[in-house]
């Protein structure tokens, strides 16, 4: 560990990197340019690059699960990338239903045209279309999307209780279809379609479409085959919104912003596999994290856009880094001693001023933080983007200053620029976050793509759940 404060503007001339629409400023990075150099050395000699390309050509990089990651493939626009033709029907699929729904070809069963789209599920099921819903949900409006995840009631009520079976359709996302949360709240949502008269399967398949790879789904929901969309084992949950989990976004915005959505995503992947490291995105989002976590010890990582739109991104981002990060042993078995990936936390960063900002700047506790705002409104109040912005970019100055004179407390801090916050650059914002998270696993040498812990809990719940119940 050092306690060395320097930035790395100090030493290195060209700080700042660009690729579809963002803009990357790493000046306020806590090491040399000698470092950063060793840094890039580091991925080079691993063959950093090379490994993202391999898992994007099908190389099975998900050991414990012996499986493929595929989730880039969502978004091919090459026609030589796995499980293309399979994806493009699938999408095609969405499109048409999306399309149908939003001209009113689509009515429910008693002849309504459709208003409402609740999406039942959980984790990944449930945060990327929610984050995207909430980042782009102005443009193209059309049909209101609903979110219910956890096993709640209240939410339950707040949702069902507001909206009118008639008009609404419910999308049950569940890759596993098994998330006890999920098939909970989807019984929840049958007898709320059967109290209001939808109950015969004619019915039903008006009102219920479901995303999983289980084949027998359908089945199980008393459903015709026409009413599921796949997902397929190759798409990890949280990588898996460029696909039919996206399906209630194709509905509620239209298919012609998802496709950009999907665009952005592919631009970052052709950066990605495109660019020298020194010149890569996700290259450096990734080095400078295994940095600030190995070597300077920063267990936490930051999200603080400035930004409404982005807000939810920061749930993500916690469940993409945390899920796929937060392990300690290696796929051989091995035990990794040294720090893996970090913690990640944040929120609307205006908002976050006025909240745990002190802690950043004065506690005893270093973080690295990613500081995003959009160069352009996505409002007519040009004074409020001004100050916002302001405090931004004063924000991200003085977070790596401190109050009392201290070398041994400091953060490390970058900044992403938005040039306009669109569907094609939240595309390659989010592309850009997947490729860091997948590049820190190889460089920890961990598997992304399993949740080892996250079953375990599982386990144990459905152990209790009986014992309670009896
Ligand atoms: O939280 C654990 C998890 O397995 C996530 O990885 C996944 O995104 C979520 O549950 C939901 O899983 P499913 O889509 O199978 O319901």
Do not use: Y
């Given at each position: 560990m050092t306690n060395s404060p320097v930035f790395l503007s100090e030493t290195r001339s060209n700080c700042e990197l660009s690729a579809c629409g963002l803009k990357l400023n790493i000046?306020?990075?806590?090491?040399t340019e000698a470092e950063f150099e060793s840094l890039l050395q580091k991925a080079k000699d691993c063959g950093l690059l090379d490994r993202q390309i391999k898992m994007m050509q099908?190389?099975?990089?998900n050991a414990s699960e012996n499986r493929?990651?595929?989730?880039?493939s969502l978004r091919s626009?090459?026609?030589?990338?796995?499980h293309f033709q399979e994806v493009n029907i699938t999408r095609q699929r969405m499109y048409d239903l999306a399309r149908a729904v939003r001209n009113g070809q689509w009515l429910g069963a008693t002849g309504k045209r459709i208003t409402d789209v609740i999406n039942?599920?959980?984790g990944g099921s449930e945060m990327g279309p929610h984050a995207v819903y909430h980042a782009l949900?102005?443009?193209?409006?059309a049909i209101k999307l609903h979110f219910l995840s956890a096993v709640d009631g209240v939410l339950a009520d707040r949702i069902l209780g507001v909206l009118n079976p008639e008009t609404t359709i419910a999308v049950i996302s569940s890759?596993?279809?098994?998330t006890r949360e999920t098939m909970l709240n989807a019984e929840l949502v049958y007898d709320w379609y059967q109290s209001a008269g939808i109950q015969e399967k004619e019915q039903l398949t008006k009102h219920v479409f479901l995303v999983s790879a289980k084949e027998t789904a359908c089945a199980e929901m008393n459903l015709?085959?026409?009413n599921r969309f796949p997902i397929w084992s190759w798409v990890g949950g949280r990588f898996s919104?460029?696909?039919?989990?996206g399906l209630p976004l194709v509905i509620a915005l239209g298919p012609e912003v998802f496709a950009a959505f999907l665009y952005g995503a592919y631009e970052m992947d052709r950066h990605m596999a495109e660019s020298r490291e020194e010149a890569n995105l996700p290259v450096t989002l990734a080095l400078l994290s295994y940095w600030n976590s190995?070597?300077?010890?920063?267990?936490s990582h930051c999200l603080l856009p400035y930004d409404e739109r982005l807000r939810l991104v920061v749930a993500w981002l916690q469940q993409l880094e945390m899920e796929s990060?937060?392990?300690?042993?290696?796929?051989?078995g091995t035990v990794i001693t040294t720090r893996t990936g970090q913690a990640v936390w944040g929120g609307f960063g205006n908002e976050a001023q006025h909240s745990f900002y002190q802690w950043l700047r004065d506690g005893s506790s270093r973080t690295s933080i990613d500081l995003v705002w959009c160069?352009?409104?996505?409002?007519?109040?040009a004074h409020h983007h001004l100050v916002l912005n302001a405090n931004a970019q004063a924000q991200a100055q003085a977070l790596v200053?401190?109050?009392?004179?201290?070398?041994v407390f400091f953060n490390a801090v970058s900044t992403i620029r938005i040039h306009r916050l669109t569907p094609e650059t939240l595309g390659a914002f989010m592309a850009l976050y997947e490729h860091k998270t997948t590049m820190l696993a190889t460089l920890y040498g961990?598997?992304?793509?399993?949740q080892p812990a996250v079953e375990y809990g599982k386990k144990l719940c459905r152990e209790l759940e009986i014992r309670l119940a009896s």
């Open positions: 000046g306020r990075q806590r090491l099908g190389e099975v990089v493929q990651a595929l989730h880039t626009e090459d026609p030589q990338a796995p039942v599920g959980i949900r102005e443009i193209n409006p890759k596993s279809f098994s015709p085959e026409e919104v460029w696909g039919a989990i190995t070597h300077l010890e920063m267990g990060l937060g392990k300690s042993i290696r796929p051989d160069e352009e409104a996505g409002h007519k109040h200053t401190r109050q009392t004179p201290s070398e961990l598997n992304a793509f399993d």
